[in-house]
Antibody, heavy 117, light 107 residues
Framework: QVQLVQSGAEVKKPGASVKVSCKPR????????IHWVRQAPGQGLEWMGR????????NYARKFQGRVTMNTDTSGSTAYLDLSRLSSDDTGVYFC??????????WGQGTLVTVSS | DIQMTQSPSSLSASVGDRVTITCRAS??????LNWYQQKPGKAPNLLIY???SLQTGVPSRFSGSGSGTDFTLTISTLEREDFATYYC?????????FGRGTRVELK
């Protein structure tokens, strides 16, 4: 059964960086994209970008370019989201999701990132 | 970037009602349009992909239609577990985008 297990909640200070992990289970890691989606408190879903675990190719939403890095550890079958220069606007829940051809069919449980001084 | 506009932003309905949510893209997305349901504190759940294909395990009271720029999600007979927020999402562009969501509340 497909599952994506994310790392635990994080509290960071403004200006710091955060790294969130996502470990899929139940399928071949390199067969599907991993997408990252953010949700600020009480707000909607915001697509951040995706990575092809097979090639390492990435696509980032314009809003996050220069501040986001997505990578994978294929030996450990884990995907990572790195977001730098955090501000209070980055507070929210970060989801990873398995990307099919054109949709996200399985999602992680979400990781709460709180940015506060 | 392709902008996705959902309407209404919220609606009140009763169990048994027929509910329709619309999504409009700022440019044609073909049928690369998906619908997700999200309940508070939970991850989104894929309902409809390719504008009109029902994801495995999703009840048949959910249906999707449309192509190009205008799309619709319909819940034929609203059940209690359907009170949630619904999002459309385009995957036509390399850079995906979501609509801002439609909250379906109990009247």
């Amino acid at each position: 059964q497909v599952q994506l297990v994310q790392s635990g909640a994080e509290v960071k200070k403004p200006g710091a960086s955060v790294k969130v992990s996502c470990k899929p289970r139940g399928y071949t890691f390199t067969d599907y994209y991993i997408h990252w989606v953010r949700q600020a408190p009480g707000q909607g879903l915001e697509w951040m970008g995706r990575i092809n675990p097979d090639s390492g190719d990435t696509n980032y939403a314009r809003k996050f370019q220069g501040r986001v890095t997505m990578n994978t550890d294929t030996s450990g079958s884990t995907a990572y989201l790195d977001l730098s220069r955090l501000s209070s606007d980055d507070t929210g829940v970060y989801f990873c999701a398995r990307g099919g051809i054109s949709d996200c069919d399985y999602w992680g449980q979400g990781t709460l990132v709180t940015v506060s001084s | 970037d392709i902008q996705m506009t959902q309407s209404p932003s919220s609606l009140s309905a009763s169990v048994g009602d027929r509910v329709t949510i619309t999504c409009r893209a700022s440019q044609s997305v073909g049928i690369f349009l998906n619908w997700y349901q999200q309940k508070p504190g939970k991850a989104p759940n894929l309902l409809i992909y390719g504008a009109s294909s029902l994801q495995t395990g999703v009840p048949s009271r959910f249906s999707g239609s449309g192509s190009g720029t205008d799309f619709t999600l319909t819940i034929s007979t609203l059940e209690r577990e359907d009170f949630a927020t619904y999002y459309c999402q385009q995957s036509y562009s390399t850079l995906w985008t979501f609509g801002r969501g439609t909250r379906v509340e109990l009247k």
